[in-house]
């Protein structure tokens, strides 16, 4: 085990388990901070660790405006003292009601909405009628994820819409560009700044015809260092992975300038053969997406995985004699977010010993609310 990643008394510690390694942790949020260069310019996306305790920690750093995917999320991260939450997923069915009900319960917490259809908005006024105070609501543009989202060219009709309804207030643009993956720097700029001109664009058309675009939400990980330098009034930056980082996007970009945070701790189980190691990392500890590699070894840099189910991974490697059964290895997830939500609590490690466990709150679907 790397410095990086010591483990004191990993004899102590169960497997499968999620570890969070405090300090390389710290360093991402100090990195990111650096990036954007004004913490009021970040709203990181909770989606990845889902955990109380990072938001407290990126609370003590300055941050206090939040991205999230989902209404436990929103609460998780108002209980842990996040001032500012974007809920960035559209508002259906009894969700509208629920978030309704989360600006109640937290008054003094500002609750931000999405949409990108005439439906839902009316659904989100006749629900926030009821509230005090207007809920203040972006559009969701449609820039080529093709997931969510208006096209730029509809969106001015649905803007003037949500200026117009009852209990809603127009707060921005909400753009995610999540289909921008090319792993050379250059290109990445490139379509990333086509995303830019085209809200920038429609955010210019909406202030022309007298409404207020109070702020433009861009881009996950791929593109935040790019947007990071965008000279415009208002941009928030909404990064997610590099809060942990994962093996998938250290290998796919690696000019980002961060390391993964949350490693998984497992054991040799069995070795069936003389070349191959059997761990206790199946597809409920570790996530069983993408399609490639769903983990890297740093202790075994030749390790290939040959077979993946339930409670087991199967590696071949040149140097299994090495790893004895009941012998501990630390894996990096290929793709940490949904990893995060397989786990209830993390093992918080500084300097090889334990020091907290933070719990992974907001992997539940409910919470209170």
């Known amino acids: 085990?790397?410095?990086?990643?010591?483990?004191?008394d990993p004899d102590a510690l169960l497997s499968p388990s999620l570890i969070v390694f405090r300090d390389v942790l710290r360093h991402n949020l100090e990195e990111m901070i650096r990036i954007a260069g004004a913490v009021d310019r970040l709203r990181p996306h909770a989606k990845t660790h889902k955990m109380p305790g990072v938001i407290q920690m990126e609370r003590e750093m300055g941050?206090?405006?939040?991205?999230?995917?989902?209404?436990?999320?929103?609460?998780?991260?108002?209980?842990a003292g996040g001032a500012d939450i974007l809920l960035a997923y559209p508002l259906v069915g009894?969700?509208?009601e629920r978030f309704v009900k989360l600006?109640?319960?937290y008054p003094d917490v500002t609750f931000r909405a999405v949409a990108d259809a005439p439906g839902p908005v009316k659904a989100l006024s006749d629900a926030a009628t009821a509230l005090d105070q207007p809920i203040p609501t972006l559009v969701d543009l449609e820039v080529g994820m093709g997931r969510t989202g208006i096209d730029p060219d509809a969106a001015p009709t649905l803007y003037k819409q949500i200026a117009e309804s009852p209990g809603l207030a127009p707060d921005g643009l909400h753009a995610y560009d999540g289909h921008i993956r090319d792993a050379k720097l250059d290109d990445r700029t490139r379509a990333?700044?086509?995303v830019e001109a085209a809200v920038l664009g429609l955010r210019d058309r909406l202030l022309s015809s007298g409404l207020p675009v109070p702020r433009i939400v861009l881009g996950g990980t791929p593109t935040f260092p790019i947007h990071a330098k965008l000279d415009a009034p208002a941009v928030e930056c909404s990064p997610g992975t590099i809060v942990f980082h994962d093996a998938n996007y250290r290998w796919?970009?690696?000019?980002?300038?961060?390391?993964?945070?949350?490693l998984l701790l497992t054991r040799v189980v069995s070795r069936p053969r003389p070349d191959r190691l059997c761990l206790d990392l199946g597809h409920k500890a570790v996530a069983a997406d993408p399609s490639g590699p769903r983990a890297d070894f740093p202790a075994i840099p030749d390790a290939r995985i040959v077979g993946h189910s339930e409670e087991h991974l199967v590696i071949e490697t040149a140097e299994a004699d090495r790893f004895p059964i009941g012998a501990p290895l630390l894996a990096?997830?290929?793709?940490?977010?949904?990893?995060?939500?397989?786990?209830?609590s993390a093992t918080v490690v500084s300097k090889g010993r334990v020091v907290d466990e933070w719990e992974v709150a907001a992997r539940d679907r409910v919470l209170s609310i």
């Open 63 to 79: 941050i206090v405006k939040h991205k999230c995917a989902t209404i436990a999320e929103a609460e998780m991260i108002a209980r």
């Open 1 to 8: 085990m790397t410095p990086l990643y010591e483990l004191l």
């Open 252 to 262: 796919q970009f690696p000019d980002l300038p961060f390391t993964p945070a949350a």
């Open 192 to 194: 990333a700044q086509q």
């Open 103 to 105: 600006n109640r319960q």
């Open 332 to 344: 990096i997830p290929a793709h940490v977010c949904p990893t995060s939500a397989l786990h209830q």
């Open 94 to 96: 009894p969700n509208v």
